[in-house]
């Protein structure tokens, strides 16, 4: 089945220490994003590729970088977490930006700092 | 600037009724809105798209309605289930662009047998 994939599904790392999270999809689409959802909070998009062409929202901290090798797989870089980054981390894609593209999600990567 | 209100937080209604559940929106200049369902340390399931030019959509037992004008969109569920039970969170799309997705917190919906 086509899908979106995230890897790890539970994440912990030491407060400070580098931590990489994974997407990859089988859906072909053009546009990736990343999400960060805390406890009880709505997602909160950090930034998106569409094709090579990265776009960063204007609040999400310089800690956090992105990836995209190539169509199937994206990375969430976070350089130096803090206690404050602990959250749920959702990929999602979509055909395209425009039209009634509807958002695919994966199951998302719980990262823990400790 | 545009703000996605989901109230209640939290419902609990015994199975076999019918609900509703809200999303209300501060700018009616949306693109499009989206319901999702999210159950719990899991990513989020597209259930239903409703583009602006659209009053609602249909997808089994659910239905989902839009109005622009008053900035309100429902999700009715039908013959609610235990399997039901999971955050239903709605999120609109200002525009083309995907910076301008904006959610609601949800609306955790808790179905007793």
């Known amino acids: 089945d086509a899908m979106v994939i995230q890897n790890p599904r539970y994440q912990v790392t030491q407060f400070g220490k580098p931590v990489t999270l994974s997407c990859s999809q089988t859906?072909?689409?053009?546009?990736m994003y990343w999400y960060q959802q805390k406890s009880s909070q709505a997602p909160k998009l950090l930034f998106h590729?569409?094709?090579?062409?990265?776009?960063n929202e204007a609040d999400t901290p310089d800690n956090f970088q992105s990836r995209r090798p190539n169509t199937s797989f994206c990375f969430l870089d976070i350089r130096s977490p803090g206690l404050g980054d602990a959250a749920m981390y959702l990929c999602?894609?979509?055909?395209?930006?425009?039209?009634?593209?509807?958002?695919?999600f994966g199951p998302g990567t719980r990262l823990t700092v400790l | 600037k545009q703000e996605v209100t989901q109230i209640p937080a939290a419902l609990s209604v015994p199975e076999g009724e019918n609900l509703v559940l809200n999303c209300s929106f501060t700018d009616s200049a949306i693109y499009n809105l989206q319901w999702f369902r999210q159950d719990p340390g899991k990513g989020l399931t597209s259930l239903l798209l409703i583009q602006s030019s659209q009053r609602e959509q249909t997808s089994g037992r659910l239905n989902a309605s839009l109005d622009k004008s008053s900035g309100r969109s429902t999700l009715y569920i039908a013959a609610s289930q235990p399997g039901d039970s999971a955050t239903y969170l709605c999120?609109?799309?200002?525009?083309?662009?995907?910076?301008?997705?904006?959610f609601g917190s949800g609306t955790r919906l808790s179905i007793r047998p």
């Open positions: 590729y569409y094709d090579k062409d990265f776009n």
């Open positions: 999120a609109v799309r200002l525009d083309s662009s995907a910076s301008k997705i904006i």
């Open positions: 859906l072909n689409h053009n546009v």
């Open positions: 999602a894609t979509s055909r395209e930006l425009a039209g009634g593209n509807e958002q695919f």
